[in-house]
């Protein structure tokens, strides 16, 4: 008897940990492996396979990513990638480890390779951003690859924490961030603030009644379950 309930506990928080890890977003990565491979597709559908030599950034946002390959340095200008898999640092991966979606039962994107998401790879791809009110084309880091294929959230390389605590250059703990920029299919991603989101939540999900309904009170925290319910309920 005892050994049954032990076993119905255990499958319960797999259940629940699988529900929790669904809903969860990503954390933006900031520092890449040297020693991984990383895996970018260009935008003439080539793809390259070697480790990341250096990712210069410009004011947060990238600007260049130089690979290694076989010994021969390839730099490649964001208008050039299509899409990329690069792998965290260690220290990175360990500071971002908690919010890593590792059990997702679902993964509604054919398009992004779950086993590299889930091998703890951070996926970029070209997206059409509002940046002070002009069209860009950045690599964005997408934060919700398993729920993906309505709203897309990306990492806001200008965010700073809610709750952030530092030693040296490196992150160790972390929090929500205070901003995303959010994308629907065929437009612009646009910054979503926290200290607007209460205000603008139904006219952000007013094509989807059934959430207005169920989230009458909503907060921060609960965004990325927001998305998530969008994405499996709204049509």
Not at 92 to 97: C, G, I, R, W
Request: charge should be neutral; aromatic fraction near 12%.
């Amino acid at each position: 008897m005892r050994t049954t309930i032990i076993c119905l506990f255990i499958c319960l928080g797999i259940s629940l940990s699988g529900t929790l890890f669904s809903q969860s977003l990503l954390t933006g990565y900031s520092m890449f492996s040297h020693k991984k491979s990383a895996f970018i597709t260009t935008t003439e559908g080539q793809t390259l396979e070697g480790t990341v030599d250096k990712v210069k950034r410009k004011k947060g946002l990238l600007e260049l990513v130089i690979l290694d390959i076989n010994g021969k340095k390839v730099a490649l200008k964001p208008a050039e990638i299509d899409h990329m898999y690069l792998p965290p640092s260690g220290l990175d991966k360990f500071s971002n480890a908690y919010d890593e979606a590792t059990t997702m039962s679902k993964w509604d994107r054919e398009d992004v390779e779950s086993d590299k998401i889930k091998d703890g790879y951070a996926y970029f791809e070209n997206a059409l951003v509002s940046l002070k009110g002009k069209s860009r084309t950045m690599l964005m880091q997408l934060l919700n690859p398993g729920f993906s294929s309505r709203l897309r959230v990306y990492f806001d390389p200008f965010a700073a924490e809610t709750m952030r605590a530092g030693i040296g250059p490196v992150t160790v703990a972390g929090g929500l961030d205070k901003s995303y920029y959010v994308q629907r299919p065929n437009e612009e991603a646009y910054r979503l603030k926290k200290k607007e989101y209460k205000k603008d939540f139904e006219t952000f999900y007013q094509d989807c009644p059934e959430l207005l309904q169920k989230y009458e009170s909503p907060n921060w925290p609960d965004f990325a379950k927001h998305i998530f319910y969008y994405t499996e309920n709204c049509n």
